[in-house]
Each structure stands twice: as C-alpha cells, then as structure tokens.
C-alpha cells in the first residue's frame, strides 16, 4: 500500500524559507512522477510543481524562481525549498505520486506566512 507523509510545514516570516519533505512507502518511487501541491482556505487545489522519473520539471508561474523541487530516489523522499515566501503562499501543501493509473496524496502539511 503506497503511503505518503508530508512533513516541514509550519510559520514563517514574509521572505523566509521552509523545506518540505514528502516520505514514500509502499512503492517503487524511482519510476513514477510525484509532484506538490497546495490549497489555500476557500480555493482549489493547485499545482505548485512537479518532477518525472527522469527529473523533467515543471513550475506553476507563482512560484517560478522562489520554489525547487527535487527528489531523492534513494531515499524514496521528494522535497519542495521553498524560498522568499510571500504571504500568498499560505496553504496545505500536499505531495503526490502517479502509479500507473493512479494517484496517491498525502496528508498534507500547513504552511502559513505571516509576520
């Protein structure tokens, strides 16, 4: 059974950093794309980024340049450095996987921006 745990969230001031890691279990990992994403409270889920099992990445535009996502195959663990954050950045970040046909999410971790 593919579980995935989020975990780094927490507050931080207006141009700080966080690094959020997302732990795989239960599945290959090194052979399947997993990405991150975030809601904010009142709004849908979005993509905030994502990595292919040979490191393509795609950024969503608000985040170009500020965010890096990466991953640690060894490791089965994805990362998310999240640098100068803005208070637009408050959400639950989610990570997931993309097994064959489907998507595994994890629980979630709460990043808040504020000063």
């Known amino acids: 059974q593919v579980q995935l745990v989020e975990s780094g969230g927490g507050l931080v001031q207006p141009g700080g950093s966080l690094r959020l890691s997302c732990a795989a279990s239960?599945?290959?990992?090194?052979?399947?794309?997993m990405g991150w994403y975030r809601q904010a409270p009142g709004k849908q889920r979005e993509l905030v980024a994502t990595?292919?099992?040979?490191?393509?990445?795609n950024y969503a535009d608000p985040v170009k340049g500020r965010f890096t996502i990466s991953r640690d195959n060894a490791k089965k663990t994805g990362y998310l450095q999240m640098n100068s954050l803005r208070a637009e950045d408050t959400a639950v970040y989610y990570c997931?996987?993309?097994?064959?046909?489907?998507?595994?999410w994890g629980q979630g971790t709460q990043v808040t921006v504020s000063s």
């Open positions: 997931n996987l993309q097994q064959n046909n489907f998507v595994y």
């Open positions: 239960g599945t290959i990992f090194s052979i399947y794309p």
């Open positions: 990595i292919t099992a040979g490191y393509r990445i």
